[in-house]
Structures are given as structure tokens and as C-alpha cells.
């Protein structure tokens, strides 16, 4: 039910209704006057970063992206969402979260596997690194399936096995066969990690 506060911005006033953390950070930028721009220069994440979680394209950022966020409000996020967030991680015990490509700041700083998805949200790449998942979408920024508007999302799967995480990437790629545009034969594929 959307009920006007006192302030006159709507505001959700029954909690029980179920919420993500971008429709809550929507709601929080309309109630305070905050533009996608404004909140990215308090919080240094890119505008792309912030536009791709108000629009649902990043279902489940990272904690210390959703903790900058937050802060930048001078609000705290839910219980709730937070409670609904963690239960509806893909694989229970793992880190699962969201990030933008562009935004380094948004990609994990962990091992494990991520996918990159096209505007239609159909797999393009997938990869994995045994360090940092960062490190290697950074050095993806130098060719050119990262390139926006082909790459508009990434999703990632903390795995700190290195045997398990080799093993899953090569499962991800003869499972998404030919529908991961950019993982075929004779691709370039970086020797270490």
C-alpha cells in the first residue's frame, strides 16, 4: 500500500509488502530529491552502477556496494530485504551478487566465476578467476566484448576452490554452447588465472 508521508513523497507504509533493494533505493532517492547523478558522485559509484540497480538490472549488488549506498542516504537498509536477499541466494553458502562490468567498484574482489550478459540479458562470456574477479574483468576492459552497450551486467559466483572453480567454468561454457557469444572456439584466453 503507497500511502504520502508527511513530507508529501510516497513511501511505502506497509512493510509486509515484499521489496528489492532497488525499488527500496528508488524510493529513498525520490523521498530525499536524490537523481541517479547525485548519488553517484556522493557514493563513487558510476552512474551506470547506480541506473542498473534502481532498474532491477542488478538484483543483488555486493554488500559493500549496497552499504556505500545506504550511507549515502543516511538510511539503513531494511531487515527485510536484507533477510529476503540472503534466502534468495541461487546457491546456498555461496556469495552471490550482481555488478556492472564498467564499474569496477561494483566487482567483487574475490575468486570465483562470473558471467557477462547483453542488454537482453543473454549470457556473452564466462569466466573465472582463482584471485580476483576484479582483477580480470579490469583486464577485459581492454577488449572488446567489454565494451557497453554489448556487456550491461555481470553476475558473479564466489568459489575459493580453484580446482572447483576451473571445473565449474568449464561445465557454464558446454552448457551455454554456442549461446555465449564470446566463448568459442580459438577465443584469446589469458594463460594465468
Not at 46 to 72: C, D, F, H, M, Q
Not at 108 to 123: C, W
Not at 124 to 142: C, E, I, L, P, W
Not at 174 to 179: A, R, S, V, Y
Amino acid at each position: 500500500m503507497i500511502n504520502e508521508n508527511s513530507d508529501g513523497f510516497e513511501a511505502l507504509n506497509d512493510l509486509s509488502q515484499r521489496q528489492t533493494f532497488g525499488e527500496w533505493l528508488l524510493l529513498e532517492m525520490q523521498r530525499k530529491g536524490l537523481s541517479i547523478n547525485a548519488l553517484a558522485e556522493k557514493t563513487g559509484i558510476t552512474y551506470t552502477g547506480v541506473w542498473n540497480i534502481v532498474k532491477g538490472n542488478t538484483v543483488s549488488p555486493r554488500e559493500e556496494t549496497r552499504l556505500k549506498l545506504a550511507a549515502a542516504l543516511q538510511e539503513n537498509v531494511p531487515p527485510q530485504i536484507e533477510e529476503d536477499e540472503r534466502q534468495a541466494s541461487p546457491i546456498a553458502g555461496y556469495e552471490w551478487a550482481d555488478f556492472t562490468p564498467s564499474d569496477l567498484e561494483t566487482v567483487p574482489e574475490k575468486a570465483g566465476i562470473y558471467v557477462f550478459y547483453d542488454i537482453t540479458d543473454r549470457p556473452v562470456y564466462v569466466g573465472k578467476s582463482v584471485a580476483s574477479v576484479r582483477m580480470r574483468v579490469k583486464d577485459h576492459q581492454t577488449r572488446f566484448w567489454f565494451k557497453h552497450p554489448l556487456v550491461v551486467r555481470g553476475a558473479f559466483l564466489a568459489v575459493a576452490d580453484a580446482d572447483l572453480c576451473n571445473k565449474i567454468e568449464v561445465v557454464l561454457i558446454k552448457f551455454l554452447g554456442k549461446h555465449a557469444l564470446l566463448n568459442v572456439k580459438g577465443a584469446v584466453r589469458d594463460l594465468e588465472d
